[in-house]
């Protein structure tokens, strides 16, 4: 019997959602990743964000999302490749078609796709940038994620200045109880109520609680903001819209940035 990492059924199964999207943005070694997808700016200024792609590594819709925020906050969106050297789980089987194959994504889950393992690393980039310069360092992430943002944001003396989860699968309310700044959640219908009620309690009673957001995205499937994005989908694309949105407007009230 396998050990299930990600109890989440939908991010488990719903598969990835082609896209003839062409991103805007370019790629670097940076803070110890050799591959960073850059979307904005060629130097960071006194704010920039970083991306914690979903399961399914860089994809053109979760790129484009970048390169949405990058633009109309005109500031530099950094989307490290956290799967590296091992790559993400592989596309060809995704969503798993029988148990051998379910039992390889649960161990991806508990290996290079276990939130845990990329804390560290995506410390180093938010350390990384202030120590060049950068005054306000935001991060959000999509599916695993929304749990490696908050964690880095929970840890003593994190660099990060607020994080958003966006379709968080691997939920843990106890992960919110030593969180440092400010959080959005976007669950979709397919996250647990439960837990997502639970950290917004915790975090109600924070220094910072006016400073949270929240949107529950009730019509829409986990993966919408991501990979599994379907963009010719009126709804999905509805809410996609409304997502970046609300992610420039959280990020951009908190940071003193205006939209342009």
Known sequence: MSVVHNTNVACCTIPAVKSDYTPKGSFKSYAGFSKVYVAGPEKPGKVAIVCVYDIL???PQTQQGADILAKKLNVQVLMPDFFEPAGPFPAEKFPPKNDEEGAELQAFFG???KPENSVANLIKVGN???AEGV???GAYGLCWGPRV???AAAAPSTPFNAVAAVHPAMLHHEDVTELKVPLGLYPSKDEPIDEVKQILEIISKKSFADQNDYKLYGD???GWAGARAD???PTN??????LYARLIAFFGKLSGIHAH
Do not use: Q
């Open 149 to 151: 943002v908050i964690l």
């Open 111 to 113: 290996g290079t796709g």
């Open 135 to 137: 005054e306000w360092v």
């Open 231 to 233: 963009l010719d989908d």
């Open 237 to 242: 694309k509805r809410d996609y819209e409304d």
């Open 57 to 59: 590594g860089f994809m």
């Open 128 to 130: 990384t940038l202030k």
């Open 220 to 222: 829409s499937s986990h």
